[in-house]
Structures are given as C-alpha cells and as structure tokens.
C-alpha cells in the first residue's frame, strides 16, 4: 500500500497537468477536522508566480480532478486550500489491502518497501574506550539505532557504525598503567578483565598527574603504540576488547545492533589522505589547502574565526601528528568507496556541529565526495539532570550509562508491582521471573521512548517519574495500551491474528472512522521520520494513535466491540483492533522497543 499522501499526490498532480501547471501538490494532513483530511496547498504558491488568483487556480485544478473514488467533492477554501475528506469506503478498501500477519516478527501492516532502496552508513554510539560509557553515550545509541531500523524497514541498505575512540594520546598512559599492574596480560591477553573501567582511568590519569617517570613511560607508550611496536600493540588490543566487552554488554540490553569499526581502523588510510592532500596542494593554485605555522590545513569556504581569519582543518599537526579531523576523513572515504554507502548520517551531540559542517565542505572542495553522496549531521541536544544542569553525580562525576538503565529499570520494577498489587487488576498474578522481564523491557522502553519523543534540537531533562508515568506519551502508556487490545481478543474469545477476512471492514461510527484514518497514516508517517531523521514524528504518531483507540474502545465516545451485533460488526471492529495492535507493534519496534502481552 502506498500512503494516502502519495494517492492524493498523484491524483492533484495529474489534475494540475490537465491545466497546466507543474509542481509539488503540496498535501498536509489537515490539523483541523473542519478543513477536511488532507489539504493541498498548492494553488498559493503558483498562482503568485503565474500571475494568476489562487483561488482561480485551485478552482481549475478541481474541476479536473478525478478523485471521488478516495474522496468526498472536494471543497475550497480561504485564499485557495483544496480541503479533502476521504469516504469511508475508501477507508475500508484501504485497510482491507492490508494482509494478514503470519508472523508476528516481520510484520510490515501493508508498508511497502521504498521503490529506490540505498545504502546508507549510519555513524552512531561511537565512545571513546578509554572510558566506560556514560549517560552522554544514551542519545547517539538510541537515535541512531532508531533511524537506522526505520531506514532499514523502508528497505535500504543500512550499515550500522561504531566509530569509536580507540586510538590517540590517552591509550598511552593506560596501556602504561596496564602493564604495570597487570604484567600477567602480555601472556594472556584474552583473560584481561577490568570490572571498572571508570576507576582503572581515574587510576592512570592520577599517576599520570603526580607521577613524573610514570608520565614519561606514558608518553613513550604512545610512540610504541603508534610505530606499531607488537608489545604494545598486544596490550592495546587486550584493552580495547575489555573496553568494547562493556560496550556490548549495553547494546544487547538495548537490543543495539552495531559494527565495531573505530579509528583505529583508519590509521594506515590517514598516510594515504595526507600524502593525497601534500599532492593536492602542489596542484591546487586556490587558497584550500597549504601549510600554517607548520601544520598541514584546509579551509573549506565560509568558515572563520572570530577574528574574521579563515578557520582551518588541521589534517596534520605541526609535530606530525594526525587529527580527529584527518581519521574522518580517512572514514568518509572508506564508507563511500569501500563500503558503497551514499548517504552517511552521522548521530553525534550538536557539540560537534561545526567540525562536521567544515568536513563535508572541505570534502566537497576537495572533489572527494560529488553530488551523489550526502553526508549529513544528525546533531542532538543534551540531555540533562531533574534540574536543568548537566547530568553529574552528586559529586560531579559522569554518571555510567549501566547505572543509568538499571535505576530505570529498578524503579519500572515498582511501577510493575504497584499496578499488580493495587486491585485494579484483579487476578494478576506474576511470578518474580515475570516481573523481572517486565520491568526489565518497560525501563528501557521508557527511557528509549522518553528520548525519541523530544525533538532532536532541544535539549531533555532526564526525569524517571514522568517517563515511567501510565498517562500521556510515555512507554509504559504505549505498552498498555498495545497490552489492553491484544486482552479485548482473550476477552472476546478470539485470536486477533487469525480473525476471518470476510465480512469486510466497515467503519461507521464517527470514532471508528477516525481509527481507521489513523491507521491508514502509519506509512506517511514513517515517510516523515525517515525522510526528515525525526523520531518524534513516530512517538507523536503513535500516541495518537493510542488516543483514537482508547475514544473507539471507549463506553460512552465510542464503540462497543466485544459484545457488538451483529457478528459482522463485531468482527470488523476485531479487525480494527487487531490492526491498531499490529501498527502499534510495528512502531514501537522501529524505535527499538519490544511489546509486552500483559502488564
Ligand atoms: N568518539 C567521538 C566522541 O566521543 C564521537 C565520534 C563520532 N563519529 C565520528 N565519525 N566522528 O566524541
């Protein structure tokens, strides 16, 4: 099925044609009921640019539009808004093309895949290993695995990429500090465990700070690391796999899937960039690349200091060394060429909105990416503390990204209990093990949900009892409300999944159009967020969606559905029901979080 949107498109473009006009036909779902389902906007924008009246216009565009298959006589409004209601009949054909589930894992509810499918790498997570991994590390993880479902549900080619910081400076004292505590790794490199990473930095850096020999060793531990010396190497590699242990132990908690590929692996494709720019610069008789106080530097155009001067990349340092700036662009081009990806969307803190803007300048300026590849920036704000400050402990440490997931789930526990022990659902009994599970999937539901719905610009404050609230857009009302109507088919007797196709679909009652309306948004729905990289556009969606059900499933606004006559009405509002599970299932899993039967 293709979305309501794209129908309505086609149908407005081919009206426009017959007058005359080309375009985009500019159609919104309406935000007022009053002006019909869907607007096109259209006529506004070129009347003005035709020297015609908008309202002219749309009235031409109208009269040739073939469309009351889909829609009752369209109306027109205001200056020129083309305003369409869809029939209920339309609505009926359209939910009954949708095909049954036969298995619950891979249901698409209908969606098909995207005509042009892509590949597109998808930089997310992305610590530094020299730390464990804070609640810093939540939003990239998150919004990244997030965008890159929903790409992959759309049927692109997704490549999940973990960049992250395995290689520079702090590995020298670590790997210092490493062997002299651990002088057993170099013979076992494989049994290297280091149950707290976050206090083995504190260590290191500590001796680092107070210790003069100590930071020598470091400082010679870098040059041994980096000139590929094995001993070191040895040790390195021990310490990034523990680090990456830690990592891994979080994304499959997450249900995260993700490639390890971080600097390091780029080290030998920086000599490559560099020798390839020193070349370029011989060549290039513009001001793009050329040697500053003795570092290697391009300046991608539109960039400068505060002083008004040119803002430079340094690809090479005046000591030699290489940048965080020089490994991505050795991975920039790794992922175009090599890996074949075309779009690139890199999921970090908007912090580093300015190094990505001038990589992807200088990249163009380079001709080393043209106008088919598209890298983007997909920045996020913070997220912050109850208070609106930074999220520090009490004593203004970083907090770990594990302690963070199991408070949440320690305090969904209760919430899980509480709503089994308060009589309001009698007869709930749940074993330990089965609390355990639940609390588990609705604690991070709801920190993942929590996340999702804020828009990526802003920063959020971090506050487990609103996300862990059974009331507005939050996990755990999403997971009810899917856990409710998956009840209302053991309550009916029936297995939602497998309820007849015949008698068809047939909405009728003013809540049960507007369920079906929702419904049937689901696909422009995921266009948008995977169009725009918006979460939130899906968790508003889906909230909605919830809304509708809960007024149709309503005693009084609504519908009644287990006991309705005659049985084809009651099998019809089954098969609303099931279908509202099925699209409520489908999208919270795009955000990257499992349902729940009962709760
Ligand atoms: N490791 C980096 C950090 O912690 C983030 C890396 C983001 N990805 C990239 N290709 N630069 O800040």
């Known amino acids: 099925m293709r979305s309501i949107v794209e129908q309505l498109s086609q149908r407005v473009r081919t009206a426009m044609a017959q007058v005359g006009v080309e375009g985009d036909p500019l159609i919104r779902a309406s935000q007022d009921e009053k002006f019909g389902d869907y607007q096109s906007n259209c006529a506004m924008g070129l009347a003005k640019k035709l020297g015609r009246k908008p309202r002219d216009l749309a009235t031409a565009i109208v009269e040739n539009l073939n469309i009351d ?58 610590p530094n290993l020299a730390k464990e991994m804070h609640v810093g590390h939540l939003r990239s993880t998150v919004i990244g695995d997030c965008i890159a479902r929903i790409l992959e549900f759309e049927g692109h080619t997704v490549l999940r990429e973990n960049h992250v910081g395995d290689w520079g400076t702090q590995f020298g004292m670590l790997l210092a500090h490493l062997r002299s505590v651990r002088p057993d790794v170099l013979d076992k490199p494989d049994d290297l465990v280091i149950e707290d990473l976050e206090s083995f930095y504190v260590e290191a850096k500590t001796r680092f700070d107070a210790d003069e020999e100590f930071k020598r060793r470091s400082r010679e531990t870098v040059v041994a690391l980096q000139s590929g010396d094995p001993v070191t190497r040895r040790l390195w590699q021990a310490f990034c796999r523990e ?27 920086m000599d490559e960039v560099v020798g390839r720019l020193e070349a370029m610069m011989k060549e290039r008789t513009d001001d793009f690349i050329r040697i500053s106080e003795g570092a290697l530097c391009l300046f991608p155009e539109g960039f400068k200091t505060r002083d008004g001067e040119p803002l430079p990349l340094i690809a090479r340092k005046t000591d030699g060394g290489y940048n965080y700036v020089t490994s991505d662009i050795a991975t920039l081009l790794d992922r175009t060429q090599r ?62 990204l594990k302690d963070l997931l199991d408070e949440a789930v320690a305090r969904a526990r209760q919430v899980v209990v509480n709503a089994a022990t308060d009589g309001t659902k009698p007869g709930r009994t749940f074993s330990e093990k089965q609390v355990d599970e639940i609390a588990e999937r609705v604690g991070l539901a709801a920190i993942k949900y929590f996340d999702l719905s804020h828009s990526l610009n802003s920063d959020y404050r971090f506050d487990l009892d609103t996300m862990l609230s059974l009331e507005g857009n939050t996990a755990p009302y999403m ?31 003013p809540s049960e159009i507007a369920l079906a309306k929702k419904l049937l948004q689901f696909a422009e729905v995921l266009d948008t967020a995977g169009g725009e990289l918006r979460p ?57 979080i499992e349902t729940v039967e009962q709760m």
């Open 536 to 592: 939130n556009a899906l968790t508003d969606y889906l909230f909605d969606l919830a809304k509708s059900f809960s007024r149709f499933y309503d005693r009084k606004l609504g519908v009644r559905v287990i006991d309705a006559s005659p049985e084809s009405v009651r099998l019809s509002r089954l098969r609303l029901c099931d279908l509202t599970a099925r699209v409520l299932r489908c999208g919270l899993r795009l955000l990257g």
């Open 243 to 269: 680090s990456l242990r830690h990592c891994h132990a979080i994304y499959d908690r997450l249900d995260v899937k993700i490639v390890d590929r971080g600097e390091s692996c780029y080290m030998e494709q």
């Open 339 to 400: 890996l074949g990806a075309t779009r690139i969307i890199y999921v970090v803190g908007l912090a580093q909105k300015q190094h990505f803007d001038m990589l992807f300048a200088a990249m163009r300026r380079a001709g080393w990416i043209d106008e088919t590849v598209s890298p983007v920036h997909l920045g996020f704000g913070n997220m912050l503390g109850s208070t609106g400050k930074p999220f520090k402990t009490r004593e203004g440490g970083t907090i770990k």
């Open 69 to 126: 298959d889909i829609c009752d006589p369209p109306e027109i409004a205001g200056p020129g808004f083309i305003n369409l209601r869809l029939k209920p009949e339309f609505l009926a054909r359209s939910l009954e093309t949708i095909p049954p589930c036969l298995d619950a894992d891979v249901d698409r509810v209908g969606i098909e895949p995207a005509a042009n499918p892509q590949t597109i790498a998808i930089d997310l997570s992305s």
């Open 479 to 509: 997971l009810y409300a899917y856990a409710r109507i998956r009840s209302i088919g053991r309550k009916a007797g029936v297995d939602l999944a497998a309820l007849p196709d015949k008698p068809p679909i047939l909405p009728e009652h």
